[in-house]
């Protein structure tokens, strides 16, 4: 501001010096009295003219600047307040509308930020009460193991519970280690064509021996024609494996299981259904979540990942997966796996 008006006044200054130059001129030289007032008339004009035209420019000067600061404080307030018409196509217009996009790409920047930070705390302590049972059964049967006066055969028997319990925490590290590493973007999952029916096979033969245990009867139907799908056989294998784990666990003694693989226009379609105990309908959004148990898992050794990686791995091929019970009567699992990338 103190620039313009010191250019302002420059100016002003200037067209006093040309009329009293021109005056004197007039006066001294041409001599000619009427020249003399018509400059006078002219100038005192003109510059009452450009001084109202100044103070008006400085008026709206003085107003842009307030609401621009308004806008700033609005924006420091986290509030989206339009101080300029949008309907006008000027150059405030456009500044405020770059301004307001920039504000809502802080915020957005921060909300992902602020839900990454609770995502890391909800996942520490997730861990820390996953390893807190393992570890505090681990700390009861050494200190039983170390009285010397037990029993060899409650020793043995203490020594089989620290085994299951280590292989437990082992189980449990390696599948936190794979969630981390997914979610992370460390896995890259590579796809490339593979045969849908190998990776089934691939899959069964992962739990076929626990099912055996309980005389489970798995029934595998496969597509008339077998596909072969952009996919990363590995970790498919995977995470078609983590459901039929699942199945095998909650289905009672001689159930069954059935696999069926159904061809779409653009999907493939793997039906995983058991005769278990099922889950409750309000449940169906909840057992995709990260350590979720269910209500009727009472008993049931795990820890709630298994379903929450198939969901990752899945998502990251671009596929779904859809979940269908009624508690008591089995639950039905469809896995949907593009046809082409």
């Not at 969630?179 to 029916?197: A, D, V, Y």
């Not at 209500?295 to 969901?311: A, M, P, Q």
């Amino acid at each position: 501001m103190k620039g313009i008006k010191k250019r302002e006044a420059v100016l002003i200054a200037a067209i006093y010096c040309v009329c009293i130059a021109f005056m004197t001129y007039q006066l001294l030289i041409a001599k000619n009295i009427q020249a003399v007032i018509f400059c006078i008339i002219f100038t005192v004009l003109l510059v009452g003219m450009i001084t109202a035209h100044i103070l008006l420019l400085q008026r709206e000067i003085k107003s842009v600047l307030v609401r621009l600061s308004d806008m700033v404080a609005s924006l420091i307030d986290m509030r989206e307040t339009e101080v300029f018409s949008v309907l006008n196509d000027d150059l405030l217009s456009k500044l405020q509308s770059q301004v307001l996009k920039l504000s809502r790409m802080l915020k957005l920047q921060n909300t992902k930020l602020q839900n990454e930070k609770n995502e890391i705390k909800s996942l520490i302590s997730d861990i820390s009460h996953q390893l807190k049972n393992p570890l505090a059964n681990l700390k009861i049967y050494v200190s039983l193991i170390m009285d010397e006066d037990i029993e060899p055969l409650m020793r043995m028997e203490y020594l089989k519970n620290i085994d299951n319990q280590l292989d437990k925490l082992n189980w449990l590290m390696e599948s936190m280690i794979k969630m981390t590493r997914l979610e992370s973007g460390i896995i890259q999952l590579i796809r490339e064509e593979n045969s849908l029916n190998d990776v089934l096979m691939t899959s069964l033969k992962q739990i076929y021996q626990k099912a055996l245990k309980k005389n489970i009867d798995i029934v595998f139907i496969p597509s008339e024609k077998d596909m072969r799908l952009p996919i990363d056989l590995r970790w498919t294998a995977e995470a078609i494996m983590n459901i039929l784990d699942n199945s095998v666990k909650y289905t009672q003694e001689s159930g069954k299981i059935k696999i069926q693989v159904h061809k779409y226009e653009l999907f493939a379609r793997i039906d995983i259904e058991d005769n278990g105990p099922g889950f409750d309908e309000q449940e169906v959004n909840d057992i995709f979540k990260r350590f979720y148990r269910g209500n009727n898992s009472k008993g049931i050794d795990g820890v709630g990942i298994g379903l929450y990686l198939t969901r990752e791995i899945i998502s990251m091929q671009d596929g779904y997966i859809k979940a269908l019970s009624e508690s008591g009567k089995g639950s039905t699992f469809s896995i949907f796996l593009p046809l082409e990338s």
